[in-house]
């Protein structure tokens, strides 16, 4: 797998002009843009992915469906779509796509070898998927599975050690989630 380049962004989340390899944009420390995509089923169930055992951040864990980083040159729609279809082997459309918030997120892990400051956006997509007929991507996602919202309610309140715990955007999430789906 080649090696990705990103954009790098200043502290406000502007283009600075010079672009770096993923590697070293985590080894520096330098502001760049990410986004989440959360998938919905129409009974408002969210699809979750268990990160491969081989990934640098987080492996063996529950995560959102969908993930990554805007790669040079590309805005964050254009990820999303692109992300949906390699992690999860499903075709989107830009249009399927709701934009929910952003965020900044800093974080150091693995002794500070792996500095993530990121810009985040977040998108929903509702679509009623088999996940039986998805194609995950091998190096990225091992199985996903649909749990309920007062599930992530859970996984939050416990601090679950299976689960990646997003404590700024999962409650934001679980308070959209449950406008639309629980009335």
Same mark, same amino acid.
């Given at each position: 797998?080649?090696?990705?380049?990103?954009?790098?962004?200043?502290?406000?989340?502007?283009?600075?002009?010079?672009?770096?390899?993923?590697?070293?944009?985590?080894?520096?420390?330098?502001?760049?843009?990410?986004?989440?995509?959360?998938?919905?089923?129409?009974? /408002?169930?969210?699809?979750?992915?268990?990160?491969?055992?081989?990934?640098?951040?987080?492996?063996?864990?529950?995560?959102?469906?969908?993930?990554?980083?805007?790669?040079?040159?590309?805005?964050?729609?254009d !990820?999303?779509?692109?992300?949906?279809?390699e992690e999860? /082997?499903?075709?989107?459309?830009?249009?399927?796509?709701?934009?929910?918030?952003?965020? !900044? /997120?800093? !974080?150091?892990?693995?002794?500070?070898?792996?500095?993530?400051?990121s810009?985040?956006?977040?998108?929903?997509?509702?679509?009623?998927?088999?996940?039986?007929?998805?194609?995950?991507?091998?190096?990225?996602?091992? !199985?996903?599975?649909?749990?309920?919202?007062?599930?992530?309610?859970?996984?939050?309140?416990?601090?679950?050690?299976?689960?990646?715990?997003?404590?700024?955007?999962?409650?934001?999430?679980?308070?959209?989630?449950?406008?639309?789906?629980?009335?």
């Amino acid at each position: 797998m080649t090696e990705e380049y990103f954009d790098i962004l200043d502290e406000k989340g502007n283009k600075t002009g010079k672009k770096k390899l993923r590697s070293e944009v985590h080894r520096d420390g330098d502001w760049h843009k990410a986004v989440y995509v959360w998938i919905v089923n129409p009974k /408002g169930q969210i699809l979750m992915q268990l990160r491969h055992p081989q990934k640098d951040l987080d492996p063996n864990m529950w995560d959102a469906a969908v993930a990554g980083h805007n790669i040079a040159g590309s805005d964050s729609l254009d !990820t999303a779509v692109k992300e949906v279809k390699e992690e999860i /082997g499903l075709t989107i459309d830009k249009n399927d796509l709701e934009y929910l918030f952003s965020h !900044t /997120g800093s !974080t150091a892990r693995n002794n500070g070898e792996f500095i993530n400051n990121s810009f985040y956006d977040y998108y929903l997509l509702v679509k009623d998927i088999d996940v039986n007929k998805l194609k995950l991507q091998e190096e990225e996602v091992t !199985t996903v599975k649909f749990i309920e919202i007062s599930e992530l309610e859970r996984v939050l309140a416990e601090n679950d050690e299976k689960y990646v715990i997003h404590s700024y955007s999962y409650p934001k999430i679980i308070k959209i989630l449950k406008e639309r789906f629980q009335k």
